[in-house]
Nanobody
Framework: QVQLMESGGGLVQPGGSLRLSCAAS????????IAWHRQAPGKERELVAG???????NYADSVRGRFTISTDNAKKTVYLQMNLLKPEDTAVYYC?????????WGQGTQVTVSS
């Protein structure tokens, strides 16, 4: 069982930055993959960025070059640094962890990009 808790969402102006955090209840080395997903109103949930225990990262085309996923194993926390935010980045952002065949989700944190 893995509990995930996101934080760091909020309201930011276009072009601004936010850093999301995802605190895990167990060591990140025991979680095969951790990823950030997002869901905008009326749209399906989509992958934003992911990272494996080997440190391999992947990003959605829409955020590549603007967002960075990273980990702090000592704090059991995964971060999503979001720069040059756009209104279309507005969504609820969810942290997802996968171990074997099991998938766990956090409760989500709202990010709103608006002037």
């Amino acid at each position: 069982q893995v509990q995930l808790m996101e934080s760091g969402g909020g309201l930011v102006q276009p072009g601004g930055s936010l850093r999301l955090s995802c605190a895990a209840s167990r060591s990140l080395s025991l979680i095969d993959t951790i990823a950030w997903h997002r869901q905008a109103p009326g749209k399906e949930r989509e992958l934003v960025a992911g990272i494996t225990t080997q440190g391999i990262t992947n990003y959605a085309d829409s955020v590549r070059g603007r967002f960075t996923i990273s980990t702090d194993n000592a704090k059991k926390t995964v971060y999503l640094q979001m720069n040059l935010l756009k209104p279309e980045d507005t969504a609820v952002y969810y942290c997802m962890g996968r171990t074997g065949i099991r998938t766990y989700w956090g409760q989500g944190t709202q990010v709103t990009v608006s002037s």
